[in-house]
């Protein structure tokens, strides 16, 4: 006999790709097609309500209440910087908070989304290091960032939503989330959600070279590569993830990546410390290590943060290195600051993390928290 005071464990819809809702809709005896009527309701026309999604039955639609849901993360604040960014929290459970932020540019829109709860890489630089590492996110975690924002943000001038790139340079290491970063993605580039196209979707990773090799082939997206540092002591001081994976192979895994997709770069994040990575011979030790690759270099000022002991580098010297750079045949620009009033700059980002898992690089705890 059947209980009718059971409760059912709903099946969360956001962040399921494609081919697993059209698995979940054929297990519920329904034709395939019905994936795609529900993902463009979701993300195309920001509906969450079953019941309001007309071109499905009723009968359907009375199933579905019953045992799916679309259940987004929950935006706990917004502020907004007098640049025009926008920065939200959203609570991933527990007391632990997550951030995205919305960089609105001329043509475009972007959004720099969280991955982890915290991050367990410890780059020395990074505020959401220096927060420890709790626990992944999951892909609904991951793709409700996205629609939140343009469920909040107003159309742009020609009615495309606002967020046009997405960019996984939030809290967490993107690729020791790779089980669920991959299926966020897919739901990102599919033209029933946001049919977003692979050079409008950024993954940043600090250099985690299996992980690199696995996503140029599960799904090619732009890759941007936290470099900061041309040589290996450096890079193992600043970088600790450098001592699994010293530079040689990190840039190799690089070119692998870039070589499957014709007219593709890979982007090199280099943050400017002052007195630290910041001289003309670093400027020429990167050249010898990019020139004539696939490769371009952006520069981003360090932004502080409390406890940090680094200082930004000055703007003359930013300007020297850029333009040493340019001198020997290398692409560079210098990321401009945003959102530092309302700490959404580049490196600020801490959330509120607690119950932190301290993890070092290396050991098998490391590896299984990551996968």
């Known amino acids: 006999m059947t209980d009718v005071n059971a409760v059912v464990d709903k099946t969360n819809l956001i962040g399921m790709e494609r081919s697993r809702l059209e698995q979940f809709f054929a297990d519920m ?20 309500d079953f019941d309001a999604m007309t071109d499905l039955s009723q009968g359907l639609r009375s199933r579905l209440a019953l045992v799916a849901e679309v259940n987004l993360p929950t935006a706990i604040s917004e502020h907004q910087s007098s640049d025009g960014t926008v920065k939200w929290l959203f609570s991933s459970g527990a007391g632990q908070v997550v951030e995205a ?3 609105p540019e001329l043509g475009r829109g972007t959004l720099c989304i969280s991955s982890q709860v915290g991050c367990a890489m410890d780059c020395s630089f990074c505020a959401t290091g220096k927060q420890g590492f709790n626990r992944n996110l999951s892909a609904a975690e991951i793709v409700g960032q996205v629609w939140h924002a343009n469920n909040s943000l107003p159309l742009r001038a020609n009615g495309v939503r606002a967020v046009t790139n997405v960019v996984f340079m939030g809290m967490g290491e993107p690729l020791a989330n790779y089980r669920n970063l991959v299926p966020a993605l897919q739901v990102l580039l599919d033209d029933f959600s946001y049919g977003l ?12 070279v299996p992980h690199i090799n696995r996503l140029a082939e599960d799904c090619n997206v732009s890759l941007a590569v936290s470099l900061h540092a041309a040589n290996d002591t450096l890079r193992d001081e600043i970088v600790p993830v450098n ?7 990190l840039l190799e895994a690089c070119w692998n990546y870039a070589a499957l997709r014709a007219n593709r770069f890979i982007t090199f994040e280099y943050v400017m410390l002052d007195g630290i990575n910041d001289s003309i011979k670093d400027a020429d030790d990167l050249a010898v290590l990019l020139r004539g690759r696939p490769a371009k270099i ?14 930004r580098s000055p703007e003359a010297v930013i300007t020297a290195f850029q333009n040493r750079l340019r001198s020997k045949g290398i692409v560079a620009t210098t990321r401009r600051t945003r959102g530092d009033d309302i700490d959404a700059a ?7 993390v607690s119950d932190r898992i301290r993890v070092r690089l290396g050991d098998k705890k490391t590896r299984v928290a990551r996968a």
Request: aromatic content about 12%; glycine content about 10%.
């Open 101 to 103: 932020v919305f960089i």
């Open 298 to 311: 952006n520069l981003i000022p360090f932004n502080p943060f409390p406890g940090t002991d680094y200082q």
């Open 346 to 352: 580049c490196g600020q980002l801490a959330g509120k």
């Open 197 to 208: 196209s692979r050079r409008r979707i950024t993954v940043s990773t600090s250099g985690i």
């Open 29 to 48: 005896g329904e034709k395939p097609f019905r994936a795609k009527q529900v993902m463009q309701w979701i993300y195309q026309r920001g509906v969450t």
């Open 243 to 249: 001592r699994m994976h010293p530079i040689a192979n």
